[in-house]
């Protein structure tokens, strides 16, 4: 089928339906008719539409005493319904937990959107001082341990693809602002086995990752350990443990690498 054939199936109003609800972000919880109307060039009746029919099927919810909208319960359930149903995540669940309650610390499992990461479980360390990071938050790749992770199988030429266009923003003197930083970053990383930082994103926070892949050895995430250096003190107690739950994981998902 050609690319004439295959537009011929594709529902226009479904499409901008859905670039309606792909607005919303962690940074970005509430969206106006004319924000709609200026971020996908639509006519403001066309807009005011899409956005009424995503709210009567509770896709979308009116923000109280505003002409904003707000993403509605029917979204979140589809966002958790696939969050339990994944393969990766439902492998990960307990791996993650138990690597939790033998070292104490907050443990993780990340996935790659372009350039940021999305996590898809978290198991909170029980400090009684942490920073809980809730399911759906997303950072870029280039800042954080986990990112890194998701891009160590890219080629330098795949990172400059990847990044064409893209900011690397600086979160801490450690965050690596241009792609050639990033590529020796990731090369180094890569040959440990995993990636790390110290304050290199959250001042004060230190995180450990390693990857996650299927049975085709594709990296499909990320698993992650981190918590306040003032209880993770030392990576080198809990990087074999790291190392060896992303090895189960990806047993689980059929890997034998």
């Not at 600086?170 to 990383?189: G, H, K, N, Y």
Request: charged fraction near 25%.
């Amino acid at each position: 089928m050609d690319e004439g054939e295959q537009a011929r199936y594709v529902v226009v109003g479904l499409r901008r339906g859905l670039a309606i609800l792909n607005m919303f972000r962690r940074d970005r919880r509430v969206v106006t008719v004319p924000e709609m109307t200026a971020a996908l060039g639509l006519p403001r009746a066309t807009a005011f539409r899409l956005a009424y029919t995503l709210e009567r099927d509770g896709y979308l919810q009116r923000v109280p005493d505003s002409p904003a909208f707000r993403l509605g319960p029917k979204t979140l359930l589809l966002g958790f319904d696939y969050l339990h149903t994944t393969e990766v995540v439902a492998c990960g669940r307990d791996a993650l937990t138990a690597l939790r309650d033998r070292t104490g610390f907050s443990t993780h499992m990340c996935v790659r959107d372009g350039t940021e990461i999305v996590y898809v479980f978290t198991a909170s360390s029980h400090h009684r001082m942490r920073g809980d990071i809730p399911v759906g938050t997303r950072y870029p790749c280039h800042a954080v341990a986990s990112g890194r992770a998701l891009l160590f199988d890219m080629t330098k030429a795949g990172i400059k693809d990847l990044y064409r266009g893209v900011s690397l923003a600086a979160f801490s003197p450690q965050t690596p602002t241009t792609v050639d930083a990033l590529w020796s970053r990731i090369e180094r990383e890569r040959k440990l086995g995993y990636a790390w930082h110290r304050s290199g994103f959250v001042s004060g926070i230190v995180s450990l990752s390693a990857p996650v892949r299927d049975s085709g050895g594709a990296i499909v995430a990320a698993i992650n350990i981190s918590d306040s250096e003032t209880v993770l003190k030392d990576i080198e107690t809990v990087r074999d443990q790291v190392l060896s739950t992303a090895a189960e994981v990806s047993a689980r998902l059929g890997w034998r690498g």
